[in-house]
């Protein structure tokens, strides 16, 4: 799929279907986060890819805004190091590759915000030194429900030429 399409067709998924999704795809997704640039290329992340089934039930008690979790293939925990200064903008482009990249092969995933972080890194051994940026759930999902209208501001709320104002914009 076209990196625009992706974009402007890219939705929050908080339903899936079972349904596995292949080693190599799994994989394109979690190189896709490592790929991604950083501030003085400092790649200021970690990311622990959940796959075991009663791993992923148990993100679900630590997943507050995102108990759909559990329903996943599988799970990416986005772990960012607060040492390097520019660590949660890094880690956020790190999401949108792969959540792209997930997006293009047909698999929906959900920025999931509210976290019981102390518990969290409890359950997964994550050193108390790294920031747990988002748990971000990949799999298939009934396509139906994609491709919603965008609830987005129009471009005359957001886009200016040439000067903040001026909002002759085609
Ligand atoms: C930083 C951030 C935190 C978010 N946290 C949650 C969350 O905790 N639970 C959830 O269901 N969606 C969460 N979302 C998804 C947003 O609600 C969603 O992106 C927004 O409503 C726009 O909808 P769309 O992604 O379908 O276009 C989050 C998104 C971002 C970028």
Redesign the pocket.
């Known amino acids: 799929m076209d990196v625009f399409e992706c974009v402007k067709t890219?939705?929050?998924i908080?339903s899936y279907v079972s349904k596995a999704v292949p080693d190599t795809v799994v994989r394109e997704v979690i190189e896709a986060g490592r790929l991604a640039p950083s501030a003085h290329n400092d790649q200021p992340w970690q990311f622990v890819l959940v796959r075991d089934k009663t791993v992923l039930k148990g993100l679900e008690t630590y997943c507050i805004?995102?108990r759909f979790v559990s329903e996943v293939d599988f799970a990416v925990v986005v772990l960012t190091d607060p040492a390097s200064k520019w660590h949660e903008i890094d880690g956020t482009r790190a999401v949108q590759n792969m959540v792209l990249t997930a997006w293009s092969r047909k698999l929906g995933s959900?920025?999931?915000?509210?976290l019981d972080r102390e518990g969290l890194m409890k359950y997964l051994g994550i050193p108390g030194s790294l920031n747990v940026l988002?748990v971000l759930p990949f799999g298939y999902f009934d396509e139906r429900r994609a491709g919603?209208v965008?609830?987005r501001k129009p471009p005359g709320q957001a886009f200016h030429l040439n000067r903040f104002g001026n909002r002759e914009i085609k």
């Open positions: 890219l939705s929050s908080r805004s995102g959900c920025w999931i915000g509210r988002t919603a965008k609830n």
